[in-house]
């Protein structure tokens, strides 16, 4: 049976994305787009740009946050860990290194400790994606914090998916465009240089798209320093938020903790996403 998305759907995901960004390798010279020509045709330069993916087994960095949404602004550092295909953490701490927010997010679960409020959320992934009644995965939420591409609800993304997209490209940007179970739409954009520049996800008319730029080398592979979330509703933004990268290390040994406090409160992720007015 398909899913069909129901009138919480987006929020819901909304959720899980904008979760890592609120309270949720080293770099060398700057690397921008050169306004490389396409010359390849649509299957060696998808095949092309898979070989050409971010690779890592962990991933740690300290990043800015910038968000600007409903009801409120707000500014913090946040520190980034991630092990590739198992889990991926970040806490927020907005002064003198002090921990707010700790979110982690994995294969079966999202899991988040508000300090300030004395509450967390511990929710099944599987139950999230059954209520949003659309294709999203735990690899699919990793390859948007590392600007690649994907297919909805598979963990792993080869050649052999090509057929799936629908690919459109010009002298410098290709599209690859692809629909889930519920008729939702995902468009990447690349350029002539192999960087996936931006992707977009819609459900109806509500949107996320997800822009990546200032490209640098991290451990010879080319990784953007800045990422631009931004949910909307027709042409109502719900939220935006920017991540300015700081210094990422690939293949570094990485420790995760997840620790409740006792007397914590439990609420769920919609309570959670309600109280910070999106």
Same mark, same amino acid.
């Given at each position: 049976?398909?899913?069909?998305?129901?009138?919480?759907?987006?929020?819901?995901?909304?959720?899980?994305?904008?979760?890592?960004?609120?309270?949720?390798?080293?770099?060398?010279?700057?690397?921008?787009?050169?306004?490389?020509? !396409?010359? *390849?045709?649509?299957?060696?330069?998808?095949?092309? $740009?898979?070989?050409? %993916?971010?690779?890592?087994? +962990? #991933?740690?960095?300290?990043?800015?946050?910038?968000?600007?949404?409903?009801?409120?602004?707000?500014?913090?550092?946040?520190?980034?860990?991630?092990?590739?295909?198992?889990?991926?953490?970040?806490?927020?701490?907005?002064?003198?290194?002090?921990?707010?927010?700790?979110?982690?997010?994995?294969?079966?679960?999202?899991?988040?400790?508000?300090?300030?409020?004395?509450?967390?959320?511990?929710?099944?992934?599987?139950?999230?994606?059954?209520?949003?009644?659309?294709?999203?995965?735990?690899?699919?939420?990793?390859?948007?914090?590392?600007?690649?591409?994907?297919?909805?609800?598979?963990?792993?993304?080869?050649?052999?998916?090509?057929?799936?997209?629908? !690919?459109? *490209?010009?002298?410098?940007?290709?599209?690859?465009? $692809?629909?889930?179970? %519920?008729?939702?739409?995902? +468009? #990447?954009?690349?350029?002539?240089?192999?960087?996936?520049?931006?992707?977009?996800?819609?459900?109806?008319?509500?949107?996320?798209?997800?822009?990546?730029?200032?490209?640098?080398?991290?451990?010879?592979?080319?990784?953007?320093?800045?990422?631009?979330?931004?949910?909307?509703?027709?042409?109502?933004?719900?939220?935006?938020?920017?991540?300015?990268?700081?210094?990422?290390?690939?293949?570094?040994?990485?420790?995760?903790?997840?620790?409740?406090?006792?007397?914590?409160?439990?609420?769920?992720?919609?309570?959670?996403?309600?109280?910070?007015?999106?």
């Amino acid at each position: 049976m398909l899913f069909k998305p129901n009138s919480n759907s987006w929020k819901v995901l909304g959720c899980i994305v904008f979760a890592c960004l609120l309270v949720g390798c080293k770099s060398s010279a700057r690397m921008t787009s050169s306004g490389t020509e !396409i010359m *390849k045709t649509e299957e060696v330069f998808f095949a092309s $740009l898979l070989e050409h %993916s971010f690779r890592f087994d +962990t #991933f740690s960095s300290r990043l800015n946050l910038e968000f600007s949404g409903m009801q409120q602004e707000l500014s913090s550092r946040v520190q980034m860990k991630m092990i590739c295909d198992d889990r991926m953490q970040f806490s927020v701490q907005p002064f003198l290194g002090i921990e707010m927010v700790r979110v982690e997010i994995s294969n079966d679960s999202i899991k988040m400790i508000d300090r300030i409020n004395r509450r967390f959320i511990a929710e099944s992934y599987q139950r999230l994606k059954k209520e949003m009644g659309i294709d999203f995965n735990f690899q699919n939420l990793q390859s948007l914090f590392t600007n690649q591409l994907f297919v909805p609800g598979v963990n792993a993304i080869s050649t052999k998916h090509f057929r799936q997209f629908r !690919i459109t *490209k010009n002298n410098l940007l290709a599209e690859f465009q $692809l629909k889930d179970s %519920s008729e939702s739409i995902y +468009t #990447f954009t690349a350029d002539g240089d192999e960087n996936l520049l931006s992707t977009k996800i819609e459900i109806e008319n509500q949107k996320l798209t997800w822009h990546y730029s200032r490209f640098q080398t991290v451990d010879s592979q080319l990784f953007p320093m800045i990422m631009t979330a931004r949910l909307t509703t027709g042409d109502r933004i719900q939220g935006t938020a920017t991540l300015t990268f700081s210094a990422p290390e690939i293949n570094r040994t990485v420790s995760m903790d997840f620790n409740i406090p006792s007397g914590y409160k439990r609420v769920t992720l919609e309570q959670m996403i309600n109280s910070i007015g999106m």
